[in-house]
């Protein structure tokens, strides 16, 4: 990715597709607003690789962005390594979340780390991360089904039997 100053603001060329064929992006803003489109359609690998560039450039300070864009491309970072099923795709979570507790995407991130947690067989750790994901989370009828089926497990395996059966849905 390389800034041009223009017209007052910052351009982007952003190299997202071939490297023959660079996209020219007006903003920085644009730029994630792209690279979450491409991560939609299921190209993580490039567009984690794009977005683990820009999060990196945003902690080193070569970028002129926005502390939003930064924060889109450190989540987008970490939620693409959970669809590649990454192995540092925990810490990426965990790390987001340390960084932007108070993010939008706090919520979303503290549901996709408990699904690691509760894939691993970690209870304990996924009704934590359910329980903060419950109050912030934009899920989908399917996710919030699991969600509830996945938080009462965890309850009823912790012996927790009341709040296992109010977490299931009614």
């Known amino acids: 990715m390389v800034d041009y100053p223009a017209f007052g603001h910052y ?10 064929k660079p996209v ?3 903003t920085p803003t644009a730029y994630t ?3 979450q489109s491409v991560s939609e359609e299921g190209n993580y690998p490039l567009a ?3 977005f683990a560039l820009y999060k990196q450039q945003c902690r080193n300070g070569t970028t002129t962005t926005l502390a939003a864009d930064c924060e889109a491309a450190a989540y987008y970072n970490a939620l693409c390594a959970v669809k590649m099923k990454m192995p540092d795709a925990e810490m990426l979570l965990a790390q987001f979340i340390d960084e932007h507790e108070s993010s939008a995407w706090a919520g979303r991130a503290y549901y ?5 947690y509760f894939a691993k067989k970690a209870y304990k750790d996924a009704i934590y991360c359910y329980e903060k994901a419950d109050a912030q989370a934009d899920m989908s009828a ?18 927790d039997f009341g709040r296992a059966k109010d977490a299931l849905p009614k």
């Open 112 to 116: 996709e780390l408990g699904k690691i």
């Open 142 to 159: 399917a996710e919030r089904g699991e969600y509830y089926f996945q938080l009462a497990y965890s309850y009823f395996v912790s012996k």
């Open 11 to 20: 351009c982007t060329l952003a190299l997202l597709s071939q490297p023959s």
């Open 33 to 35: 607003n792209k690279l």
């Open 48 to 50: 984690q690789h794009d």
């Open 24 to 26: 020219f992006i007006p």
